[in-house]
């Protein structure tokens, strides 16, 4: 367009000197309208410029921005990228610090304890056929430990593990003023795979620890066969255990001495024989049964032992972090009278008893707990003979390994005598022991 009008204004520049040679005197009014032309082809060739200049102007300008949007859109990418590294990295576990491997045998051995003491007053009494009462030598308050465990553990590797755990108690039944320290546990333990474990030495038989397991207050009272003893809570011999189906069978059997913790001499020439299996049809709930058959460590060739005992037990408990609740069951035979003549001078004797315990937590540091035991000693030899106990508490539990337990305790044993854990309870026609303090213990 440009070029179009300047040739046109060219031409009618050449057109005007002929003009002028015809007329050289004469004004001719086209002079006017083609200066008048020349003024807007002027100003449109200014404009067009102008256009043009403004054009190539916004076209920088949109380049330019094209190319700060590249930059922008390469910049949020980088941080995208960025953002998305860091989100992995925080997402990836930091591996811990590499610590030295401990040297030493202490480096896979632990030390632990485990500590029953009690505050309490005691008032027991023993009344005869005439019924005379005579009160008993422990009446009254005194601050007692009643257990003392040292517990140490060694592994040697993933199989082979040991345990020692000491004992002590002091003035046991108001029967010694001395320490009484001995071993409760010294054993070898080989771990083949959860469902076989083989340990050698002295160490808990299959029914009383479990149980205590169950009830959840050893530190107040020990459980009813342990209590009345119908049984020890460990002993010397071979112990084979273990667990099935992700737990929902356990199971353990003991071939031990039979005297108890307190005794290791080749004293007998027998094993007993103890054992028990153990259900979780659900996961709160726990039924076991078990046995035991021997003659409890008294069998040697200058002694005649004329009976065998046994017992068969039972018990079935609901579990979970707020209620412990069950009840234990079982039967004896011959348990108190392995020496005695045989039958028919001596019948076979037979005891059973049993247990009900619960416990409820009201709050994670408070609980309420109680339990009743009944016994019948011996149904043939002393069928009159009987045993009522019972116990409740309020514990408190500041920490995990902290009790404190305020207990009133009653037992009444009547025609007859009880060798039970609180001492020798009853007399000839009833006795009473009754228990009210501060019980706790302390572990570690």
Do not use: C
């Not at 592994?155 to 003023?177: C, E, L, M, P, V």
């Amino acid at each position: 367009m440009r070029k179009f009008l300047l040739a046109g204004a060219a031409f009618v520049a050449l057109a005007s000197p002929a003009a002028g040679a015809t007329r050289r005197h004469a004004i001719d009014p086209r002079d006017a309208e083609i200066a008048a032309l020349k003024a807007k082809v002027d100003a449109l060739t200014k404009r067009i410029e102008a256009d043009e200049a403004e054009q190539r102007t916004t076209a920088v300008q949109a380049e330019t921005a094209k190319q700060s949007a590249a930059a922008a859109q390469q910049q949020a990418t980088t941080a995208l990228t960025q953002s998305n590294k860091a989100e992995v990295a925080a997402a990836t576990p930091v591996p811990p610090l590499q610590t030295a491997p401990a040297s030493g045998w202490w480096g896979n051995t632990t030390i632990g304890g485990r500590f029953f003491l009690n505050v309490s007053s005691i008032h027991q009494t023993s009344t005869d056929l005439l019924g005379n009462r005579t009160a008993n030598v422990q009446n009254g308050t005194q601050t007692e430990l009643k257990r003392g465990y040292i517990i140490i553990d060694h592994r040697f590797d993933d199989t082979w593990s040991a345990n020692i755990t000491t004992d002590f108690r002091y003035n046991s039944n108001g029967t010694s003023k001395d320490v009484l320290v001995f071993l409760k546990k010294a054993w070898v333990q080989a771990r083949i795979n959860p469902a076989l474990n083989i340990r050698v030495g002295e160490s808990d038989t299959p029914w009383i620890s479990f149980v205590e397991g169950l009830y959840g207050y050893r530190f107040v009272e020990s459980t009813l066969i342990d209590r009345t003893k119908f049984g020890a809570s460990t002993d010397w011999g071979v112990h084979v255990f273990g667990t099935f189906g992700h737990n929902l069978v356990s199971y353990q059997v003991s071939a031990i001495n039979g005297a108890g913790y307190k005794t290791l001499s080749r004293n007998s020439n027998t094993i007993d024989l103890e054992g028990r299996v153990a259900i979780n049809p659900i996961k709160d709930v726990t039924l076991a049964i078990g046995a035991y058959s021997g003659k409890l460590g008294k069998s040697n060739d200058s002694v005649n032992v004329n009976h065998r005992a046994t017992r068969l037990d039972a018990v079935l408990a609901y579990t979970n972090s707020r209620v412990h609740a069950g009840v234990e069951y079982f039967a004896a035979t011959n348990w108190n009278n392995i020496t005695t003549a045989p039958a028919p001078s001596t019948p076979d004797d037979k005891s059973d008893g049993w247990s009900g315990f619960a416990s409820y937590a009201v709050t994670p540091k408070f609980s309420v707990f109680g339990r009743y035991d009944w016994l019948k000693p011996s149904r043939r030899l002393t069928p009159s003979m009987r045993d009522n106990y019972f116990n409740v508490g309020l514990d408190y539990k500041p920490i995990a390994p902290i009790d404190l337990a305020l207990v009133y305790k009653h037992e009444r044993v009547t025609n007859g005598l009880l060798s039970t854990a609180n001492g020798l309870i009853g007399g000839p026609d009833r006795g009473s022991y009754d228990e009210v303090g501060i019980f706790g213990q302390l572990g570690f």
